[in-house]
């Protein structure tokens, strides 16, 4: 990272390709390796970290730093994944119980 900071394509090329297969790994197996969407989740996180390579700190480390980005991305896709059913109340008259506790109370008086 810090040679591609400095200009260096070759380096960037190759930081780039490392880390492509790195964070295949990372996103399969949270994802599962059949999930169709590591790739994309691969892309979008070189991206992010090509559009924030700016604010990469020289004197860090590389790996927490891109592996944060990373987790972010896994998250905000899980966030959006996530199924929402909604279902109308007049559909759910099973679900709610009635209040038997006159009735039970009254039963055990006699």
Sequence with gaps: MLLSLGGDGM????????????LRAYYRKRLGAGCSDAEDLVQETLI??????????????????????ARY???D????????ASVSMDD??????MDETEQAAAARDC
């Design 11 to 22: 380096a960037y090329r190759e930081l780039l390709l490392k880390l492509s297969a790195r």
């Design 48 to 69: 992010a970290i090509h559009a924030r390579r700016a604010t990469f700190d020289r004197t860090q480390l590389f790996t927490p730093w891109a592996h944060a980005m």
């Design 92 to 97: 759910c008259e099973e679900f709610f119980a």
């Design 77 to 84: 896709y899980l966030r959006r994944s996530r199924v929402r």
């Design 73 to 75: 991305k896994l998250v």
